[in-house]
């Protein structure tokens, strides 16, 4: 699949990049330091570090945040009466694309925040890939859609057993499906042939989310029964699971310090775990429910959704 990818916006996502790996950890006790009210339940969070901002869906509405003041700036809706599951931008094009459940997939203008166009999938939750222009779109179901970003057309459906949430690294061009069965697995896809390459099992069970490290390719799972398991990305092999106890939800890994951070629904906690020892270092109280989680690689501040409080908890992790 060819990229259309914008040349400035990619530079700067690669810079962000560059620093990411060339800086040096402060490793501070993990504190909250805001908390934003939301209008209703959050879902799923996605952010753009271009435009330093955090997109925030909602049942009925999408809130854009502006991640230095830690404020609500905007907020936008969708004609469509089908509630809003999903968000991810694109940070080399800018576009911000929109999961409305059974319903379809909106794409965005982030300046006008209109739709510029729709397709016609049972989206539920995303991600994308910003290198290839890809947009990967579960149905929380049985299938993964692959949707070419330029010409806003499926171009593949992929059968994933218990699909939920999904990961992409965009170096290793790798998406990640985190499978709700018994045990717990993810599914490795090849996105160059958009073939399934491996499935290997947690150490839990109920897959439901799952992050990637694409400097030092690894990858991540958080499974609902008290579980996050990590990944050799290279073998797509187990290399550890992590024991929470609770219900844990999104996961995201921090990728200067590998540190791997789980929201759990049950403890109204974010638990951060020891990817060495596979450890609980730390616990962080939030908001009620935390749920779905977005970081800003660059800063390590962490965003929290928390669907029993609406409110989005921000966490200073480094």
């Known amino acids: 699949m060819r990229s259309v990818v914008a040349k400035g916006r990619t530079s700067l996502v690669l810079a ?19 908390t934003i009210p939301l209008a209703n339940s959050p879902a799923g969070i ?8 955090i997109y925030v869906a909602e049942y009925n509405q999408v809130q854009v945040i502006d991640e ?6 905007n907020s936008f809706n969708l004609p469509t009466t089908g509630g809003i599951t999903d968000v991810k931008p694109n ?3 800018g576009l911000i694309y929109v999961a ?18 729709f397709v016609n999938v049972p989206a539920t939750t995303l991600a994308v890939n910003y290198a290839t222009n890809t947009i990967y779109v579960s149905d929380f179901n049985t299938t993964l859609y692959v949707v070419d970003g330029q010409s806003n057309t499926i171009d593949k459906a992929i059968v994933v057993d218990g699909i939920e949430n999904v990961a992409v690294n965009p170096v290793t061009d790798r998406i990640y499906a985190a499978q709700n069965v018994f045990p717990a697995k993810v599914a490795v896809i090849n996105g ?3 073939k399934i390459i491996a499935d290997p099992s947690g150490g839990g069970d109920l897959g439901y989310d799952v992050d990637v490290d694409p400097y030092h390719n690894t990858f991540a799972s958080s499974e609902e029964f008290g579980s996050a398991s990590l990944y050799n990305g290279a073998t797509n092999t187990l290399t550890g699971t992590a024991q929470l106890g609770g219900n844990p939800g999104g996961i995201r890994i921090d990728y ?16 951060v775990v020891n990817p060495a020892t596979k450890t609980v270092v730390n616990t962080v109280p939030v908001g009620a429910n935390p749920e ?15 669907t029993g409080s609406n409110s989005l908890s921000v966490i200073s992790t480094r």
Do not use: I, W
């Open 192 to 194: 160059k042939n958009n």
């Open 256 to 271: 200067l310090t590998q540190q791997m951070f789980v929201a759990n629904y049950a403890d109204n906690v974010v638990q």
């Open 46 to 53: 996605g952010e753009d570090p271009v435009a330093r901002r």
């Open 292 to 306: 779905y989680e977005a970081m800003d690689e660059a800063t390590g501040m962490l965003y929290v959704g928390n």
């Open 16 to 34: 962000c990049a560059c620093t990411l790996v060339t800086a040096s950890a402060s490793l501070n006790a993990q504190t909250v330091v805001t």
């Open 91 to 93: 940070p080399a094009t």
């Open 100 to 117: 409305v459940e059974t319903q379809g997939l909106y794409v965005v203008d982030p300046r006008t925040f209109l739709p510029l166009a």
């Open 68 to 73: 230095k003041t830690n404020t609500v700036v």
